[in-house]
């Protein structure tokens, strides 16, 4: 079963714009993760953000965290071509070996 | 650091066939993960295991698919026949005990195409 359910599925800029992507879940979490996924490769990790937190930035990346309303969003800033790739949240639930919970994914289209 | 190494990259076989799919961890990772991913979809974890031992399978279809982790090392992930809808990509990751807070470390993964 998926946790995470991003939003949008798919979305289409500029080189330059700003992009946001928005996970919601359903149960309590240890920490949030998003990763990114190129075509055709294996998943990197972008950033985590602890339940206890609220926002934490990497770089173009800023992570929010809203445990009440049990959603996050990734916002990359100043995008490039390079950017354009799939990115996954991905939740740890609190108890047993934490394993990681991905959601569908939203694809990024970075266009020059 | 190496990452973790998965082989091979693409296997397309028949249907009913078995294949077996290849892992190495990051050194010193106690924490191994095989992940499903049908196109389209986000991965679907398959098996984790603790050094040597299973943590959770419980989507694992155990009439067809197995694993194991030789000596808390190496794994391998076995399908045996293999379905038409068993055709994704299958991933690899590990992770430190250690470092819990700092996500997992993904294989470039193994595309399985059954025809």
């Known amino acids: 079963s998926q946790q995470g359910e991003e939003d949008p599925q798919a979305l289409s800029i500029q080189e330059g714009e700003n992009a946001t992507m928005n996970c919601s879940y359903k149960t309590s979490i240890n920490n949030l993760q998003w990763y990114r996924q190129n075509s055709g490769r294996g998943l990197v990790h972008l950033i985590l953000i602890r339940s206890n937190e609220r926002e934490k930035h990497s770089g173009r990346l800023r992570v929010t965290l809203d445990t009440s309303k049990k959603s996050s969003s990734l916002l990359i800033t100043a995008s490039r071509a390079a950017d354009t790739a799939s990115y996954f949240c991905a939740t740890a639930t609190l108890s047993g070996y934490s394993t990681l919970t991905f959601g569908k994914g939203t694809m990024l289209l970075v266009s020059p | 650091e190496a990452g973790v190494a998965q082989s091979p990259r693409y296997k397309i076989i028949e249907k009913r066939q078995s294949v077996a799919f290849w892992c190495n961890p990051i050194s010193g990772h106690a924490t191994l993960y095989w992940y499903q991913q049908i196109l389209g979809q986000g991965p679907k974890l398959l098996i984790q295991?603790?050094?040597?031992?299973?943590?959770?399978d419980s989507q694992l279809p155990k009439d067809r698919f197995s694993a194991e982790r030789l000596k808390g090392v190496d794994s391998t992930l076995k399908i045996q026949p293999a379905k038409l809808e068993d055709s994704a990509v299958y991933l690899c990751?590990?992770?430190?005990?250690?470092?819990?807070?700092?996500?997992?470390?993904f294989g470039s993964g193994t595309r399985l195409t059954v025809v």
């Open positions: 295991f603790q050094n040597n031992g299973v943590v959770d």
């Open positions: 990751a590990s992770s430190s005990l250690q470092d819990r807070n700092y996500g997992y470390t």
